[in-house]
């Protein structure tokens, strides 16, 4: 007997196939299990990763209250734009003032669903992925697909790096944003933040520099041009890639019309037009106001600083007159040319030889500064009549001989050569010179730059505002500015503050002074002092009047010394001219340097009545929001911003100026520098033909040659002479080089007012006298003056000063019998 069991019975082979589908669910279940395992690893990488990168993100809160950088602007008293200011040319523009096609062609050219995404566009992202695989494999930029609110985001609160993290930033950032902001408050911020070339920053500020016009004067093709740029503005530059900008302008025009913005009859008009642009440069932006501009721009960063003056967006309105700017500049550089041309042709430029003068003149700069003067070449002669020119851009000329004349060659000593016979004794072929169309029959004039220069300013001689200021013959040719920073001696320009110091201790006008050699010992060491007069001669004794009208020397050294120095100090130290004078004998006679801006304002404050002023080349500052922050006038006015009138009387502005010289003496002074036009050194001012008061001023030697004067309610002041102070000629002095700027000057800005005389100051008595003797006359002597007394000093009065001569006492050797001009001062030592 067999005792093991029997073995079980085998199964079919069926009955397996349930284990087997079982192993496989096993698998699958699995299989399922790891995906998901990896799917939510993968999540919980991707949500750590994006925790990440968004922890810190800045808040959208920060664009509520936005201030970028904005363009500082100066604008003259008239509204026109002087100058611009910034690291970053932007003007602010709120949304409201966009105009709608603007919208319409920026939202056509970069986020055409701008108005239905919520901020970001998924439909973009998806066709921007297919995009990239295609980038990918030509190793090109990859494409980003943002919107206008993602680039809000990357723009105001990210960055520019294309790294995948600040993409994913940025769409956070955009769906908060479009959350929290309207469309418009988000388009506001992007038109205005947006870089478009040329340093331009936002639409309103490009539409400026690319077109010179305001956002509203824009048509299709224009704003087509400026909604191209966001996208690589360096790529469709209209003056480097004109083809390639063309194109772009051309494909936003095609978006407008698919978009149903424009038709298609406006699109192909719009397409048609070519695309002309200009640049327009940072700071002056008008003709020859460069020196007033720079100047304002040197006080509003000393006021204000860097950041304000740069990035601030302050409103500028200057005093300046635009009328009175051209005449300003225009007196300055005739009379400049007329010095120049007395003095001689120094010679070309350069000399090109025979080299090809249409690619030597391409780089040749025009470093003049005058728009109409023109590069040129001289490329032959015709006969002995004139010169054959070659100018800068590859046109020709000629130079008639009678436009030659005047060259005769420059000798030392500031003396002339012989007249030229013919064109070959002043040009020589390839000479590179300047010249300037005379007619429309392609003549021109030869033209050199004055190795001389000056500067003038404009007043009201009532509150200090600066009118018209020019530094120099031109900008371009040097930014050092004659007027503001210039210091030099005023020579007789300085004797009106004598005068006042004496009529403010017993003279008169009539009282007299004796002009004779006046000798001087300055103390150990400095040897003796003795001025002379322009003629070297010497008239004996003079009335104050007449003294200063010839411009006398001598008799204003020795009423200097009569009254003390330490008197006379006082008096252009209150008026502003100096800070501090010391009180040396030569002084009188202007030898201590001072400014034109001073020296002009000190003359302002004689004719508004010695009323106290401050030069100001400002009116009003105002903030980036319209907040006035500084005014010239500090005048309070009660009353004057009520919103109702209900019979009130009108209100009435207090004069805060101080007085720092009794009005009649002013009156006095004004009275005796009109004498100085009407019988002195400033006769040729009386071409104008309107009442005009003055001084003509020389340095020692004729260095420095001035004129300052002014009619009741304008001051103009003149200088002339070397940056390297040295002679301006034997015979030149103030009355020959500065008195004629100011004579053309006055002509020009006075040609439209009515004459008008000077306004006597109470307390003045005005009685007939004879102009050189001083004694009462008759009035119907040709030499007879009303003479401004103060009340009871008039001759015979009881208060009247006695007769007796200034400097009476002392030798007059040489006095000789009084010629019909002794002419203008020196001013300085001998």
Not at 409 to 420: E, H, I, N, T
Not at 444 to 473: C, E, K, W
């Amino acid at each position: 007997m067999n005792d093991r069991p029997d073995p079980p019975p085998l199964k079919p082979v069926a009955e397996t196939r349930p284990r087997r589908r079982g192993f496989w669910r096993s698998v699958f279940f699995y299989f399922g299990l790891t995906v998901a395992a990896c799917a939510l690893a993968g999540i919980l990488v991707a949500a750590f990763y994006i925790w990440s990168v968004t922890r810190e993100l800045p808040s959208v809160q920060a664009l509520q209250n936005y201030t970028p950088p904005v363009t500082t602007r100066v604008y003259a008293g008239d509204g026109t734009l002087l100058g611009e200011y910034a690291r970053e040319r932007r003007i602010f523009v709120p949304i409201s003032f966009v105009p709608r096609l603007v919208v319409d062609a920026f939202t056509s050219a970069e986020d055409r669903n701008f108005f239905s995404h919520p901020g970001i566009d998924p439909g973009g992202i998806a066709r921007a992925a297919v995009k990239d695989v295609f980038n990918v494999i030509q190793h090109k930029r990859l494409e980003g697909a943002s919107t206008i609110t993602q680039q809000v985001a990357k723009n105001f609160l990210l960055n520019s790096d294309v790294k995948f993290s600040r993409k994913i930033r940025e769409a956070i950032l955009a769906v908060r944003i479009d959350a929290t902001y309207s469309k418009e408050k988000i388009l506001e911020l992007y038109l205005n933040e947006i870089y478009l070339g040329e340093n331009s920053y936002g639409v309103a500020a490009a539409a400026l520099n690319y077109f010179g016009k305001s956002l509203d004067e824009l048509d299709i093709a224009e704003v087509a041009f400026l909604a191209a740029l966001p996208k690589a503005p360096s790529n469709y530059d209209p003056v480097r890639n004109p083809r390639g900008a063309t194109e772009r302008r051309n494909w936003v025009i095609g978006q407008m019309a698919d978009n149903g913005y424009i038709s298609d009859a406006d699109a192909k008009a719009a397409i048609a037009e070519p695309l002309i642009t200009q640049t327009r440069p940072l700071g002056s932006q008008a003709q020859d106001v460069d020196y007033y501009v720079e100047e304002v721009r040197r006080l509003l960063y000393a006021k204000y600083g860097q950041h304000a003056l740069y990035d601030g967006g302050l409103q500028v309105r200057a005093s300046l007159d635009t009328r009175l700017q051209n005449y300003a500049v225009s007196a300055l550089r005739a009379g400049l040319v007329r010095y120049d041309r007395r003095h001689g042709w120094r010679g070309a430029t350069a000399n090109i030889g025979a080299a090809d003068w249409k690619t030597a003149l391409s780089s040749a700069p025009n470093q003049s500064g005058i728009e109409t003067w023109r590069v040129a070449a001289v490329i032959g002669f015709n006969d002995n009549k004139s010169v054959q020119i070659g100018i800068a851009g590859g046109t020709q000329g000629t130079i008639p001989f009678s436009e030659l004349a005047w060259a005769r060659r420059q000798l030392p000593g500031m003396f002339l050569g012989a007249a030229p016979a013919r064109p070959q004794t002043v040009l020589k072929p390839g000479d590179v010179i300047y010249v300037e169309p005379v007619d429309d029959k392609g003549n021109y004039g030869l033209r050199q730059v004055p190795q001389v220069n000056g500067a003038i300013v404009a007043m009201d001689p009532h509150t200090g505002r600066v009118l018209a200021m020019s530094g120099g013959f031109s900008y371009a040719s040097s930014q050092f500015d004659r007027a503001m920073q210039a210091m030099r001696q005023p020579g007789s320009a300085f004797k009106p503050f004598v005068y006042a110091a004496a009529l403010d201790n017993g003279y008169t006008p009539v009282s007299q002074v004796l002009d004779a050699p006046v000798v001087v010992d300055q103390g150990p060491g400095l040897g003796l002092w003795h001025p002379e007069n322009f003629s070297h001669k010497f008239l004996g004794p003079v009335t104050l009047r007449r003294a200063i009208a010839l411009s006398l020397n001598n008799a204003t050294a020795r009423l200097a010394q009569e009254i003390g120095m330490r008197k006379v100090v006082p008096y252009p130290e209150r008026f502003g001219v100096y800070d501090h004078l010391p009180p040396y004998l030569a002084n009188a006679l202007g030898s201590y340097e001072t400014t034109l801006i001073r020296l002009t304002t000190g003359y302002s404050e004689f004719v508004n009545g010695g009323k106290k002023i401050s030069a100001s080349l400002i009116d009003r500052i105002q903030d980036r929001n319209g907040v006035t922050i500084w005014h010239h006038d500090g005048r309070v006015c009660e009353g004057c911003n009520n919103a109702n009138w209900r019979g009130q009387p009108e209100p009435l502005l207090a004069d805060p100026r101080e007085q720092i010289i009794d009005p009649r003496t002013a009156y006095q002074i004004v009275s005796m520098l009109e004498g100085v036009v009407q019988r002195g050194t400033g006769r040729s001012i009386l071409a104008v033909g309107k009442p005009l008061a003055g001084k003509t001023g020389t340095s020692n030697e004729a260095k420095d040659t001035w004129f300052v004067g002014f009619s009741p309610d304008l001051a103009c002041g003149v200088f002339v002479g070397f940056d390297n102070p040295h002679s301006l000629g034997k015979y030149e002095q103030g009355a020959t080089a500065a008195a004629p700027i100011f004579r053309d000057f006055m002509k020009g800005a006075l040609a439209d007012q009515p004459p008008t005389p000077f306004r006597v100051a109470p307390g003045i008595e005005l009685v007939a006298t004879n102009a050189i003797t001083g004694r009462p006359d008759d009035a119907s002597d040709p030499n007879s003056i009303q003479e401004a007394f103060k009340s009871g000093t008039a001759p015979g009065e009881a208060g009247a000063a006695g007769s007796a001569v200034v400097g009476e006492t002392a030798a007059a050797p040489g006095a000789a019998a009084a010629p019909s001009d002794v002419g203008e001062g020196t001013g300085g030592l001998y």
